[in-house]
């Protein structure tokens, strides 16, 4: 029962050790790119959930939550008007979604100091 213990014990702390391996690797290809490859991934991320978000809601057109993610996404990659109409069918289904109106304002917001930003130059 004893060696079974310690066998157990000793698999446990390898694959442990394993993980965290894997994880520094993870970490230092992370931190050796530069700011614009990570840019460029967190967008490829963006654009592959806005697809995932349409597809859900082709089969659920009344879905709120799904609405809201998607304006979130299009929030993310400053597609102001985008985010402004999705957020706008949120609220739509549910009118007492918090996070919707609060999209539309920084969508508003976004959109207005980009106009004030040209303007300037």
Known sequence: MIKIFVCF??????SCAKKKEERIEKET???????????????RGINEEIIETKKALEKDKENA????????ANLKKQY??????????AVKYKPN????YKIMADAYFNR??????????
């Open 65 to 72: 939550m799904l609405y809201l993610k998607l304006a979130e």
């Open 112 to 121: 207005e100091n980009y106009k004030r930003q040209k303007r300037i130059i």
């Open 97 to 100: 979604l918090a996070e919707g």
């Open 29 to 43: 290809i992370i931190i050796g790119m530069n700011l614009e490859d990570k840019i460029e991934i967190e967008k």
């Open 9 to 14: 014990l000793c698999i446990m702390l390898f």
């Open 80 to 89: 102001t008007y985008s985010a402004i109409e999705s957020a706008r069918e």
